[in-house]
């Protein structure tokens, strides 16, 4: 454990090989593929609350596909579960407490043949509001990478760059959205990061990665015939934010309560939803002119 604690410090991620079981992991699977489903009902991008499915016409797929959900704990009894369970809080205790909340829960999809399955390098920071976006916060939070599938070069495994965490915000991708096109060397380059330092973080079913909000991390595309499923839960020491999910007080699990709190969604309380987003931010739909609004 205090490797681990010492590698995530020092390089800026680590490694949690065997996390699950594989009857955990198949359970999990199961209910990932259930929620594909349930999001595959909606025929654009469906906004409840917190809870979110991104869904696309995929041009080169030629049909429609759902690239994440969000916030699934709200309609599944294992996710609500596998968020705030002991094994995460195994994990999570030595570099955050034991009052923690949650600010992200989503499963990201990356469908054979798609056209949209690359994420540009950039740092999670980006994606915050408020204080913890400051550097100072960089030992208050935690971002973790739970392997559904096997994460492999060819379907498009999570790249890192080793100790990039200390370079501050660096502002990579700030310029559009994150799944148009790919991070150029040039750039990486031009924010003081080599490019040949890059680790891709091969993983089988089961295994969990963790992250800084600092380390600069991105994903190829999935070039692959199978799938690339990915669940991303990031986590907040409690007494540093004022947003979140409580997930664990003084070491015990806490489920979501009667209200969604704030997480990444800043419009919770003015436009709870459900509402459909019709616009999208692919290349296509900004040719048609239908605008560029990220949900
Ligand atoms: O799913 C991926 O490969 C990366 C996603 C990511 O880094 C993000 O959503 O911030
Ligand atoms: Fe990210």
């Known amino acids: 454990m205090q490797d681990r604690v010492a590698e995530l410090i020092t390089e800026g991620y680590t490694i949690v090989r065997g996390f699950l079981s594989p009857s955990e992991t198949a359970d999990l699977s199961a209910e990932t593929h259930r929620m594909y489903q349930e999001g595959l009902k909606h025929h654009a991008t469906y906004r409840d609350k917190n809870l979110l499915f991104e869904v696309l016409n995929d041009p080169k797929a030629n049909r429609r596909i759902v690239l994440q959900a969000h916030w699934t704990a709200w309609l599944s009894p294992l996710m609500e579960q596998m968020r705030r369970s002991e094994k995460y809080f195994a994990v999570l205790e030595p570099f955050l407490g034991a009052d923690i909340k949650q600010i992200s829960h989503q499963v990201h999809w990356k469908p054979p043949g798609a056209k949209y399955t690359s994420y540009r390098f950039h740092q999670d920071a980006r994606f915050r509001e408020g204080n913890v976006k400051d550097f100072s916060y960089l030992r208050s939070t935690v971002t973790t990478g739970l392997a559904i599938d096997r994460q492999t070069v060819e379907n498009g495994a999570l790249r890192v760059i080793p100790r990039s965490h200390r370079l501050g915000y660096l502002g990579l991708s700030d310029d559009g959205p994150i799944m148009v096109g790919q991070t150029q060397n040039e750039e990486l380059r031009r924010a003081g990061l080599d490019p040949s ?4 973080c091969e993983m089988e079913p089961g295994d969990l990665l963790l992250w800084t909000l600092f380390t600069v991390h991105g994903s190829a595309p999935n070039v692959s ?14 007494t540093d934010s004022e947003r979140g999910e409580w997930a664990f007080r003084d070491g015990v699990s806490i489920p979501l309560g009667a209200e969604p709190q704030i997480c990444k969604y800043e419009q919770l309380r003015e436009r709870p939803g459900p509402f459909y987003i019709e616009s999208d931010w692919t290349e296509e739909a900004k040719s048609a002119g239908a605008g560029n609004a990220q949900p």
Do not use: C, H, K, P
């Open 197 to 200: 330092n890059i680790v891709t």
């Open 225 to 238: 015939d199978y799938d690339r499923r990915f669940m991303i839960n990031s986590y907040v020491r409690a």
